[in-house]
C-alpha cells in the first residue's frame, strides 16, 4: 500500500461512485491506471466493497440506540453474529471490552419499534440482558476509512 493507494481509498471512502477520471485526478492518474490501481485493491481485498449511506430519516426510521449485551456463558463472536445477524434493526455488533461482552447499534421506525427490536435481541441466546441508550442528538457522523 503505498500513497496512490492511499489517495485512491480516499476518493471512494468520500465517493463510491466516483468516476474512473475523479479518481486519477484524486491519485494523480490517468483513468485507466486508476482502473487498474482500483480493480487490483479489490481484488486483494484492501477494499472489501462498496456501498451506499442511506440517511435513517429517509426510511422514516428516526430511533436510533445504542445497546450493551451483556450473555450468559461464554459465546465466541462468531455465535453472537449469527445470534444478531436475523434482526435487520442491528446496523452494527461489536465485542467489546469491559463489562458488556458486545455494543449494539439499532436503528428503528419509533420507540415502540425499538422496544420491539431490543425484546428480540434478549430473547436471542446466548443473550442474558441489555443496557440500553436512546441516541437523542447525533453530533458528528464521518465516513470511515
Known sequence: MDSIDEA???????NARATYAEIGRAAGLSPSAAKRRLDRLVATG???GFTALVDPQALAWHTEAF??????GN?????LREALDG???VIEACTVSGGADAMLYLLARD???LEQAIQRVRSTAPIQ????AIV???LLSRPRL
Not at 485512491?8 to 468520500?14: L, N, Y
Not at 445497546?67 to 450468559?72: G, N, Q
Not at 459465546?75 to 455465535?79: F, G, H, I, K, N
Not at 440482558?129 to 440500553?132: A, G, I, L, N, P
Open 8 to 14: 485512491i481509498i480516499q476518493c471512494v471512502v468520500r
Open 46 to 48: 484492501a477494499i472489501r
Open 67 to 72: 445497546v450493551e449485551v451483556y450473555c450468559a
Open 75 to 79: 459465546p465466541t463472536p462468531a455465535d
Open 87 to 89: 434482526i435487520p434493526e
Open 111 to 113: 420507540i415502540p419499534h
Open 129 to 132: 440482558r441489555t443496557e440500553s
Open 136 to 138: 437523542l442528538s447525533r
